[in-house]
């Protein structure tokens, strides 16, 4: 591949490539390895092996069951916590509708006592005026227009 620098103003160079890319595969590296020697396993080894390997399968299994056990207890708590969040809320909007009840009750009965006594007000004005009509004596004067 044939590549040329050229610079344009203020010095800046870039490269220009004058030959399309080509697909050539990567070098395939080949590792040389030392050569293995076989030894024969005596059935102490082998024991021993299956004895570690056992040991750390509990061991994963252990782990596995602590962070499940965990993850849990952590879940129990925000359950318990949202519960109580829950039940909290439930009580204070049952508080304030209890006071707005209240509040709405003692209103009624207001308005009920003052439409009372405005038609007990009234009443006696009646009586009143019933009673000036009753002493004075009929006027026909009104009457015949």
Do not use: W, Y
């Amino acid at each position: 591949m044939e590549n040329v620098k050229e610079t344009k103003n203020k010095g800046v160079a870039f490269d220009v490539i004058l030959r399309p890319a080509t697909a050539d595969s990567p070098p395939v590296v080949h590792h040389q390895s030392s050569p293995t020697v076989e030894r024969p396993l005596s059935q102490q080894d082998i024991d021993r092996k299956l004895k570690e390997a056992q040991e750390r399968r509990l061991s994963l299994e252990a782990s596995k069951l602590q962070s499940i056990t965990k993850e849990k207890e952590r879940v129990q708590e925000v359950n318990q916590k949202a519960q109580e969040l829950s039940e909290a809320f439930s009580k204070d909007a049952e508080k304030k509708l209890a006071e707005k009840m209240e509040t709405f009750e003692e209103n009624k009965r207001a308005q009920e006592l003052a439409k009372q006594e405005k038609l007990k007000e009234h009443e006696r004005h009646a009586q009143e005026v019933r009673k000036k009509r009753q002493s004075q004596p009929p006027d026909d004067s009104k009457s015949s227009n």
